[in-house]
């Protein structure tokens, strides 16, 4: 099992910029697709990046261009660097983790993912 614990969330205004990180604990040995997830009031959640172990990338074109997922294997932690924010960005952004370790099997698919965090909300000003 793999615990993914998201933090970096908060307010900021249209134009700005915010780092989310993901720390993982537990199997770490492992490898993983790395995702990242958001989820606005009334809406299903929705895939924004994922990662591959390789490090190949998928982004969800609203954030491309915008967003840039990474991750730090040494620290075990997953990184969304998100630039140029709009109030659509706004939700709940959850990191997930898939111990299939290719993400080309599973990409957006929210039922796939095994594990997820808890959470971190993301406020977009206009």
């Known amino acids: 099992q793999v615990q993914l614990v998201e933090s970096g969330g908060g307010s900021v205004q249209a134009g700005g910029s915010r780092r989310l990180s993901c720390a993982a604990s537990g199997d770490t040995n492992r490898q993983y697709c790395m995702a990242w997830f958001r989820e606005a009031p009334g809406r299903e959640r929705e895939g924004v990046a994922t990662?591959?172990?390789?490090?190949?990338?998928t982004y969800a074109d609203s954030v491309k261009g915008r967003f840039t997922i990474s991750q730090d294997n040494m620290k075990n932690i997953l990184y969304l660097e998100m630039n140029n924010l709009e109030p659509g960005d706004t939700g709940m952004y959850y990191c997930?983790?898939?111990?299939?370790?290719?993400?080309?099997?599973?990409?957006?698919?929210?039922?796939?993912?095994?594990?997820w965090g808890q959470g971190t909300q993301v406020t977009v000003s206009s």
């Open positions: 997930a983790a898939d111990p299939r370790g290719v993400c080309a099997l599973v990409r957006f698919n929210v039922v796939a993912y095994t594990y």
């Open positions: 990662i591959d172990s390789d490090g190949g990338r």
